[in-house]
Each structure stands twice: as C-alpha cells, then as structure tokens.
C-alpha cells in the first residue's frame, strides 16, 4: 500500500529536482570555470553528501553522483540524468518492496 505513495516523490519529483540543482546548479557553473572532471567530482560530492544528510548512508549514492554528472555533461541534457535517476531510484524501491515482501 505504500508503493504509490512512494513512487511519486522516489521516481519522479526527487530525480527532476536533484538534477535540476545539482546538474544546473552545480555541474554547469562548475564547469565553465574549473572544467568538466572538476564539476563532476565537485557535483558527485556534493550529491552523495547531502544524501547522507537525509539518512541514506549508502555508498552508490557517491557513485551515482558521479556518474549522473559525467551523463549529464556527455548527453548535454538534464533527460539522461534524470531519467537514469529514476531508474536508479524505482531499483531501490523495488528492493524495499521485495524485503516488505519477504521479511514482512
């Protein structure tokens, strides 16, 4: 019963708004001054970091911020990264569903 209520914010909002700030915000600033490997470095961590700030202690956070900045610079547009994003986030939240699933 919580699947719906979590796919909005998980899949959709959450993946539209952290591009926007981290890829508009951050990575392209970043990049017209430092270049593009410093923006990712600077964008991955900044990604990774704020999401251990709202309690998800997980490394691929990290990498996936990486990741979504060097996505972002190749394809020149916010739609792969956001889009990866999603992905990435429904992967998480099929994994809850399928713990809820098995361990109650």
Do not use: D
Not at 48 to 58: A, E, F, K, T
Not at 77 to 91: C, D, E, R
């Amino acid at each position: 019963s919580q699947v719906p209520m979590r796919f909005l914010p998980m899949c959709v909002i959450a993946p539209v708004l952290e591009e926007t700030v981290y890829r508009l915000v951050l990575c392209l600033p970043i990049t017209a001054v430092s270049g593009p490997r410093t923006a990712i470095v600077l964008s991955g961590m900044a990604f990774g970091g704020l999401h251990v700030l709202y309690g998800n202690l997980s490394p691929e956070n990290f990498v996936g911020g990486y990741f979504l900045a060097w996505a972002y610079l190749k394809s020149g547009s916010l739609l792969m990264p956001g889009v990866l994003h999603s992905l990435g986030n429904l992967a998480v939240l099929t994994a809850q569903v399928v713990g809820w699933c098995l361990f109650g």
